[in-house]
C-alpha cells in the first residue's frame, strides 16, 4: 500500500497531466486498474468519460472509476459554458494479481447447492438495487479513512480457481479482527442496504456516498444504524463479524461506481503496524 505521502506525489503528477486545462479540471487519484479517481472542474461544466455523460454536482464535483480488468486507454472530454469542448487521454498501468490453484476439493465446496440459488440470486438483487442509486451528495469527494484497523488478511483483485474453475476474483479488502471490532463509516454517507443474513456476506451493509460510490461491509455481527440513515465519517456502523461464507472474523470492505468494483486500499494510507 501506498504513503499517505505518495499518494500526494501521484495527485500532484496527474494535475500536471493536463498542463493546458489545469485550471478546468483537476484530478485526483491514481491512474491504475481498480482506481476511483475524484474530478473538480468549473461549476456548470459538462464531462465525458469515452464518451458517457457523468454527472457534475453544482460545487463543480465529479467521480468515476476502473475496474479490476479495465481497459488501460480511456477519453475524458469536457465543455465549460459557451466554450469548445476539450479533451485528455488517460492511460491506466495494468496491475499483477494473487491467484491461487487448489485441486482435489469435494465438489460442494466448489459449485452451490442447487437448492440456496434462489436466495442467491435475490441476494444480488438487493444488492444491485442499492448500488444503482445515484444520489447528488458530494461525500465521495471527501478523503476517505480505514473502516476498521486490523491486519490485512485479504487483497483486492486476488483469485482462487478451484479444480481447474476459476472463481470470481475477491473485489474488497479483507480487514481480520475479532467479532465486535467496530466497523466505522469511512465517509459520510446514508445507509442504503442492512441486511444480517445474506448467504454468502452474512450481515451486510452499504452506505452510499453520492454519483454511485457506495462502500459494502461483509460478514457483519452486528449493526449499529438503520437504512435510510445519514452517518458521519468515523461514526460507529457496525462490527465485524464470521457470518455468512467464512473461514475467520474479518471485515470485507468493497468500494463500487455503480457496477464498477473498486480497490478501498487505493484511497488510503497504510495502516500502522
Known sequence: MLSHLTRKVICLCMLLMFPVYAIAV????QLTQGSMIVGKTQPGTQVFL???PLKVSPEGNFVFGFGRDAELLHQLKWQEPNQTIQQQNIVLTQR???VQRIEGLPP??????????ARIR??????GAARKI???????AMPFIWAAKGRISGVYGSQRVLNGQPKRP????DVAGAIGTPVVAPADGIVTLWEPDMYYSGGTMLIDHGHGISSSFLHLSKSHVKQGQKVKQGELVAEIGNTGRVTGPHLDWRINWFKERL?????LPAQAE
Open 122 to 127: 435475490e441476494d444480488n438483487r438487493k444488492v
Open 170 to 173: 475477491h473485489f474488497g479488502v
Open 263 to 267: 480497490d478501498p486500499a487505493l484511497l
Open 26 to 29: 483537476e484530478l485526483t487519484g
Open 96 to 98: 499483477e494479481y494473487d
Open 134 to 140: 445515484d444520489d447528488d451528495r458530494n461525500d465521495f
Open 50 to 52: 469515452d464518451d458517457k
Open 108 to 117: 460442494k465446496m466448489v459449485t452451490p447447492d442447487p437448492a440456496v440459488t
